[in-house]
């Protein structure tokens, strides 16, 4: 299509006209980039709400630097070897009856040598015991706390992809510090944790790769067989800590899950390595074999479930009688019904037992118990137990943590007792623990308060601004909200930064940073309240809040999102949010289905209101009267017959998509996983994807016939482009899966897939949008070719001239996040295409473009789409094996952008489409560009809306909720998701709908069109 | 492709909708909304004690909820309700029209069928679609034959009032806004499928058949 020769016969050419279109056009690119700023501004404050609110909620813990010093000579062994296996669940290293129906022989009775061993005491002692980890189970806390005896808090589960150098004293600085030498071969997290003490023949391996299963596992082999097993017995060996950190077992379980044929070789492997080492042990030497974590069903961990917090110690020594075995061992060591009552120990009580082992002073910050059996003799036991509480109460009066009375006394009492029977040692051990937990979940209530109170105020004025206040006149505020907002601003940091200073008022802030982001904050609330009080009063706002909400749409809107926002006052609600929104959505489908089976009378006052503006607007921008008005007209029967059509798909679709679940930990029973990699890979599975497509260019072109608009540039970009990177992607999930089942797949098919990604997302995320930028329209002249005398034409697709080329960014942003997600999750996907256009369609033949319901049905979309890809708001769902899709290291920022448009794809999604409400089927020549971009700001801000509220919602719940037993396994999670979407939305409205996508396209539509 | 370039290219737009025969058409279905000639009077009468009755001994009296014989007794007593109240206080005109008891059967059929529909509404909400098809059935067949007094009035005036429609609506939503308890972790056995569902549907049919006439 020739764009300059349609514009030259469609632009008229008087100067006069011509210089009228241009200052239009300048005009609108001045409000748009005002628009831009503003809404920008909006979203700073938002961020800084968000960022207040997590700095009160996430604590972190006082970290103090002293080292303990030695005073008492102890200690059994003068050299150790520690081997961590990541994620050995308990149940998998004891005997299972397999008649038990949880007998799986893929796990189970694989790793039978440390239970032999322990069994069999004769030829040299050992110990085999439950581990119980401390949640957040992420190997960098759990090696944390397996160094340093401390608790963790929550925040650090966040960095786990960056772990600095421990600060604490810890047990390898404390031997460190003793002059051993320190090799480690593994995951190369210890190697961020403890660099300065390592010795420099150690070997780090890259940990977060979970497609592979073998390199780190083979390095540690070739490790300990070069340091180790190939020594003579009794020869010197040049170490006296040999550590090893196997990854093998947790990559097995990220990858594939537990109940897979290489979890059993994995298993063997390992038993026989440990046999190995065992036979090679010097008498000088003490073996330690630990678990960090466990695994949960699908193989993931990071939460607190049982399965996840279970896992495995075992010591052992040459000597035999080292270890004083409890007497009752029958009851104690119980393995039945998979161990259950088996007994166990905390993570934090291994530091205390290696450093007495090892002769090194207990870490100053450690708040374990020497674990019972270490030791064989009372008086032994009474040393530990001295030593321990000598520990123990040092760091209470350094820390001084206990500061109420009442606890110090009880306190007091106990350490009292100690003194006189050492054995009631544990009790004080076990008060203590109590009392740091309480005090580490302490919250700042102040940074709390202050974050919920920017977001309420961000979503009024959201509310004023995009919606109450009529959008023609916010296009004229705007010109006077952007200079107030940054001279209010500087003036309030000004303002703040003095009495901070001067006064070091308000205390809370602590520091500069987060005086100037408040002061940010008032500055932007004070700019953006001048200019609306300016024109209206408070009185006016709320009069005008409440009629907004008087027709029946806007009621289910509300009605929506009010019953969404109370989901967070449960924990049960917050557990089962994935299919109760599905149930809303489809209550919406049979809302519209309703509507349009039976037409109640409503429609005749919202279309002659409709009637009268756009009757205006007609003439003012010279399209004819009716054309103007055809969207006040009644529905037609054709039409009302497309509505029903495009509601049933949309309950259709919204019910088989809501099929597609990973079930929650605590969904239990309840819920059947159909979001498995058993699933993902299956045949069946992957039939479906190569019908996707394709189905899904067919789907969309349907719906661009619907306005004739299948013309031009949608070919290319449906029919090409979107068809082509599909099949791509379906070759790449094809050999995923193939990698994935068969299990003598030789073939290394690494170079091939990073092939195939790299060029679906080079394509996907920047030649096809630099492709949309070029301006491509779905427009054709449709010219009779019978009828050469008439001078008429017809521009086929001129109805939805602007929706049409919308949708082909929507189609860029789908074909990239069909990449970066699992085979059923973009079956999931394709139905949330149908999902959209019918929402879209649904929206329009209701006329309901300016209603808050549309925006709401979108969010409503976004948040079932994000659990009918697989995931759930817990930290565990997070599928970072995906991030290894583009590059086989962790590199910025493809791991990142991986991960993010993986999780975060359909809340993109739909805060591009928010647009599309109301540009699909819009003609060009109706609205004026400032009005249309008006009501664009108008519906994107009520997506925002919608977001901001869940989001205050889950602030306000999961701080009334902080001592609740779930909060950090349900709430918090849930809290941290909304505001991360919110975010994620943010960034996506105001830069890429906003800024980006609707500025230019209006430009360019009015280039063509506007007569 | 090339284009003719003309001086005065008129647009037309291509709309889908036909406007002309469509306003015909949708007048014609208001007509009846406004002025109906049948309507049920404002009485005491209609509501129907029954109902409460029933839930009573649904949740009290009986030991493991037995949704079966819930709809054994429901169905003669709702025919009771019909012929006895229901039917009386629904004026056709300016008459009250005697029961005609060839459109009760015929009715009761009609409930019964229309249970499958019900069925696959229920299962797109999100109802668990295999595993507790009985249970669902069951409940579908609750819904039926709470509707089944306006079944027969429906039949009655050719389909064409539109005054009925509010009475299925209130047992939708009793049973819409009852799945509230479905998720709560509360351990009790009336959480089990369907019986929420059904005590809502009662609580919404006991509302409309009482208070329907007020609306």
């Not at chain 1, 000579?73 to 129906?101: C, H, Q, S, T, W």
């Amino acid at each position: 299509m020739d764009e300059h020769s349609i514009k030259k016969s469609l632009l008229s050419t008087s100067a006069d006209e011509k210089r009228l279109y241009r200052t239009r056009i300048l005009k609108f690119r001045k409000s748009h980039t005002l628009y831009v700023l503003l809404l920008a501004s909006l979203a700073i404050l938002q961020f800084i709400a968000i960022a207040f609110f997590t700095r009160g909620f996430l604590l972190t813990r006082q970290v103090l630097d002293n080292v303990a010093v030695k005073d008492t000579e102890y200690g059994k062994f003068d050299k150790a070897v520690v081997l961590v296996v990541d994620a050995l669940r308990f149940d998998f290293v004891i005997p299972v009856n397999e008649n038990d129906p949880k007998f799986n022989s893929y796990y189970h009775n694989n790793l039978d040598f440390l239970y032999n061993s322990f069994w069999d005491q004769k030829s040299g002692s050992s110990l085999l015991l439950k581990f119980i980890a401390d949640p957040p189970t992420t190997t960098l806390q759990r090696l944390k706390g397996l160094t340093t005896g401390s608790l963790p808090t929550f925040i650090d589960a966040g960095s786990n992809f960056d772990g600095s150098v421990i600060e604490e004293d810890n047990v390898i600085k404390q031997l460190y510090e003793q002059g051993k030498k320190i090799f480690f071969v593994g995951d190369d997290t210890w190697d961020n944790l403890f660099a300065p003490f390592l010795a420099p023949e150690s070997e780090p391996f890259e940990s977060l790769n979970v497609w592979d299963l073998d390199t780190v596992d083979n390095g540690v082999m070739s490790y300990f067989e070069k340091h180790l097993l190939g020594c003579e017995k009794g020869q010197r060996k040049e170490w006296d800590l040999l550590i090893g950190h196997m990854l093998g077992v947790d990559h097995v379980g990220h990858k594939y899950g537990p109940n897979h044929f290489t979890m059993r070789e994995k298993l063997l492997q390992v038993n026989n390595f440990v046999k190995e080492i065992v036979s090679a042990l010097d008498d000088d030497t003490l073996l330690v074999i630990m678990g960090d974590h466990g695994m949960d069903h699908t193989g993931n961990h990071g939460g607190d479930s049982k399965d996840e917090l279970e896992s495995v110690l075992f010591m052992y020594a040459n000597t035999p009688g080292l270890f004083g075995n409890k007497e009752d061992s029958t009851t104690a060591y119980d393995i039945a019904n998979l161990g259950e009552k088996y007994r166990q120990v905390n993570q934090i009580d291994l530091v205390p037992s290696i450093s007495l082992l090892l002769g090194s002073p207990i870490p100053f910050n450690s708040l374990g118990w020497p674990i019972d059996e270490i030791s064989n003799t009372e008086k032994e036991r009474n040393l530990y137990s001295f030593l321990t509480l000598n520990q123990l109460s040092q760091y209470r009066n350094e820390s001084h943590m206990v500061i109420q009375p009442e606890r110090n006394d009880v306190l007091q009492q106990l350490w009292d007792d100690a003194m006189e029977d050492p054995s009631s040692g544990i009790r004080y051990q076990v008060e203590f623990l109590e009392i740091c937990k309480d005090l580490w979940t302490r919250f700042d209530f102040w940074s709390i308060n202050t974050g919920i109170i920017l977001l309420s105020i961000s979503l009024i004025l959201l509310l004023d601004i995009t919606k109450l206040i009529p959008s023609i006149v916010v296009s004229q505020m705007v010109p006077e909200f952007v200079p107030w907002i940054v001279m209010m601003s500087l003036v309030s940091n000004a303002c703040f930064h003095g009495i901070f200073y001067v006064f070091r008022q308000p205390a809370f802030l602590e520091d500069t940073l987060w005086c100037s982001l408040l002061a940010t904050s008032v500055g932007i609330t004070v700019g953006c309240c001048i200019p609306i009080l300016d024109r209206y009063s408070v009185k006016w706002i709320f009069i005008r809040f409440l009629e907004d909400l008087s027709d029946y749409w806007s009621r289910i809107g509300a009605m929506l999102l009010t019953i969404h926002a109370l989901l967070f006052t449960s924990n049960s609600f917050t557990i089962w949010e994935d299919k109760i929104v599905s149930f809303l959505l489809i209550t919406l489908g049979m809302l519209t289905l309703y509507e349009f089976v039976f037409l109640p009378r409503r429609h005749s006052t919202t279309a002659l209101l409709t009637a009268t503006i756009s009757e205006k607007q007609g003439i003012a921008s010279g399209a004819s009267k009716g054309t103007a008005n055809s969207d006040s007209l009644p529905l037609t029967r054709f039409a009302r017959l497309l509505g029903v059509y495009h509601s049933v798909v949309l309950i259709v679709c919204t019910r088989i998509a809501s099929t597609i679940t990973i079930c929650r930990e605590e969904q239990g029973e309840f819920c059947i996983p159909s979001f498995t990699n058993k699933t993902n890979y299956s045949w069946w599975c992957l039939g479906l994807c190569l019908v996707i497509v394709g189905l899904l260019p067919a789907c969309i072109k349907g719906y661009y016939n619907l306005s004739l608009s299948y013309q031009a540039a949608a070919p290319i970009w449906v029919d090409i482009f979107l068809k082509g990177l599909l099949f791509t992607n379906f070759i790449y999930w094809s050999v995923t899966a193939l990698e994935n089942t068969v299990a003598d797949w030789s073939w290394n098919a690494t170079i091939f897939k990073f092939t195939l990604a790299r060029i679906i997302a080079g394509f996907a995320l920047i030649a096809s949008n630099i492709g949309w930028m070029m301006g491509p329209l779905c427009v054709k002249l449709n010219v009779h070719n019978t009828d050469t005398k008439s001078h008429q034409a017809t521009i086929l697709g001129y109805g939805n001239a602007y929706g049409a080329q919308y949708f082909l960014l929507v189609i860029n942003a789908f074909m990239c996040i069909f990449l970066f997600n699992k085979p059923l999750a973009q079956i999931s996907l394709y139905l949330m295409v149908n999902q959209l256009l019918s929402i879209i369609e649904i929206i329009d033949l209701l006329k309901l473009k300016e209603n808050i319901v549309g925006p709401f049905a979108l969010g409503l979309l976004a948040y079932l789409q994000f659990f009918t890809t697989g995931h759930q708001a817990t930290i565990p769902s997070v599928q970072w094996d995906v991030g290894f899709i583009l590059s086989g290291k962790i590199t910025f920022p493809l791991t990142h952008l991986a991960v993010i448009l993986n999780t975060f794809g359909p809340h993109i999604i739909v805060a591009l489409s928010v647009a599309l409400l109301t540009l699909w089927k819009q003609q060009p020549d109706v609205l004026k560009p400032q009005t249309l971009l008006g009501r664009i700001v108008s519906n994107c801000g009520m997506l925002l809306v919608y977001n901001t509220v869940l989001c205050l919602s889950s602030f306000i719940w999961v701080a009334y909720f902080r001592r609740h037993l779930m909060v950090w396994k349900i709430f918090c999670p849930r809290y941290l998701f909304a505001a991360m979407s919110l975010i994620a939305i943010q960034i996506v409205v105001t830069f890429g709908t906003i800024a980006f996508a609707s500025g230019r396209l209006i430009r360019q539509i009015n280039d063509i069109f506007w007569k | 492709m090339p284009v003719k370039k003309r001086r005065t290219v008129k647009k037309t737009v291509s709309f889908s909708d036909d406007n002309t025969f469509a306003t015909k058409s949708s007048k014609k279905k208001h007509i009846d909304h406004d002025s109906p000639p049948v309507y049920v009077r404002k009485t005491i009468s209609t509501i129907p004690a029954h109902l409460p009755a029933l839930l009573f001994y649904y949740l009290y009296t009986t030991e493991s909820y037995n949704t079966w014989k819930l709809l054994h007794l429901v169905i003669p007593l709702q025919v009771f309700y019909l012929v006895f109240q229901f039917n009386k206080a629904a004026v056709y005109g300016n008459k009250r029209l005697k029961i005609n008891v060839t459109l009760v059967l015929l009715s009761l059929i009609a409930a019964f069928l229309l249970s499958l529909p019900t069925m696959l509404i229920i299962i797109l909400f999100g109802a668990p679609s295999i595993q507790k098809l009985k249970e669902t059935w069951l409940l579908s067949l609750h819904c039926c034959y709470l509707a089944y007094p306006v079944v027969y009035q429906v039949f009655n005036c050719d389909f064409k009032v539109g005054l009925w429609k509010r009475y299925f609506i209130l047992i939708a939503v009793g049973a819409w806004s009852s799945c509230v308890v479905i998720p709560l972790d509360w351990d009790r056995d009336w959480q089990e499928w369907p019986i929420p569902i059904v005590v809502g549907a009662y609580l919404g049919a006991f509302f409309g058949y009482g208070f329907g006439s007020y609306i």
